[in-house]
């Protein structure tokens, strides 16, 4: 049996549930802002023994060593009814449970074991380690002090782009915020000064021929190429296209293999089985390396009918350890 472990709004967990259906593939789905409410868990140790299973709603106790495959994407702390003074205690006590739930769970069996997608999550590391192995990437400054930025922006000629360490996007349960990627110019470069206080990543900006989205699966990678360069709005930050409703045109592409075997590389270096890597083609030939999410948005790519992404990870969460 596989565990899938997300949240209730998340469709591509939706995506892949519906092809566990038809494939026939027995799996307990829990929704970690449900924990405590329609689900729980028996966390025992006692002498030598550590037991542990997790009770659903209407649904037998299943101890953890029951799956064969486990999938986590996007979990979120439910919001228990506690007073406003307790709640972040409570938010802390709750977290920190649902990590031993997962820690329990042989990380053999997880797509990606959670403790790996957080230390995977680093950019300048990410960055670091893609230098060494062989990608290409641009040349980058990560801090807040305003004479190196200055100098930064001088030595690239005032042609870098700014972007955030952690990432882009921010959620306070209302509405979503982006932090897009932006190039920096003598007035953005001025006003810097004002919230420098805030380390940033800049990079000097490559003119681009398009930009690639790179799933890797196991052994498998599938690349898509996306327009971008299509679009004013999307040149610098192609995730712009939700926010202005463009479609950018997407397709299919064929790395080099030594593209592809450096994405299993980076991959690998993390012990990861599954990440979403970014790169850029550049206008002189070169594809250089921007960023790795261990836990990516894939379902877009397969619903645009460019790849078959589910399979693939259902493939590699089913024969995991030969059984199931």
């Not at 990437?137 to 100098?151: C, L, M, Q, R, W």
Request: proline content about 3%; glycine content about 4%; aromatic content about 10%.
């Amino acid at each position: 049996m596989l565990l899938i472990v997300s949240n209730k709004t998340d469709l591509a967990t939706d995506y892949l549930i519906v092809r566990l259906h038809e494939r026939g593939i027995p799996f307990l789905r829990i929704n970690t802002e449900d924990y405590l409410l329609s689900w729980d868990v028996c966390f025992s140790i006692k002498e030598s023994a550590t037991h542990v299973e997790i009770r659903k709603d209407g649904q037998e106790s299943l101890p953890v060593e029951c799956f064969t495959g486990a999938y986590i994407r996007q979990p979120k702390i439910p919001d228990l009814n506690i007073a406003d003074g307790d709640k972040e205690f409570a938010k802390r006590e709750v977290g920190e449970t649902l990590k031993s739930i997962w820690r329990a769970i042989d990380d053999s069996i997880w797509l990606n074991a959670p403790r790996r997608l957080l230390l995977a999550s680093n950019k300048p590391e990410q960055l670091t380690i893609a230098n060494s192995i062989g990608f290409k990437v641009p040349d980058t400054y990560v801090g807040a002090n305003y004479e190196s930025i200055k100098k930064f922006y001088q030595a690239h000629s005032g042609k870098i782009i700014a972007k955030a360490v952690k990432h882009g996007f921010d959620f306070d349960g209302y509405k979503a915020r982006v932090a897009a990627t932006q190039k920096i110019d003598e007035a953005s470069l001025a006003s810097i000064k004002c919230y420098a206080t805030i380390p940033m990543i800049f990079q000097n900006h490559i003119e681009k021929e398009y930009d690639i989205r790179v799933i890797v699966v196991g052994s498998d990678v599938f690349a898509t190429a996306i327009e971008s360069q299509d679009h004013e709005e999307t040149k610098t930050d192609w995730r712009l296209s939700d926010c202005y409703k463009i479609p950018l045109k997407q397709y299919k592409i064929n790395l080099p293999q030594k593209i592809v075997s450096l994405c299993l590389e980076m991959t690998e270096k993390f012990n990861l089985r599954y990440s979403a890597i970014d790169l850029v083609l550049g206008k002189d030939g070169a594809y250089y390396f921007l960023e790795l999410n261990p836990n990516g948005q894939w379902a877009w790519v397969e619903q645009l009918g460019i790849h078959n992404i589910r399979d693939s990870i259902i493939d590699a969460l089913v024969v995991n350890k030969g059984r199931m």
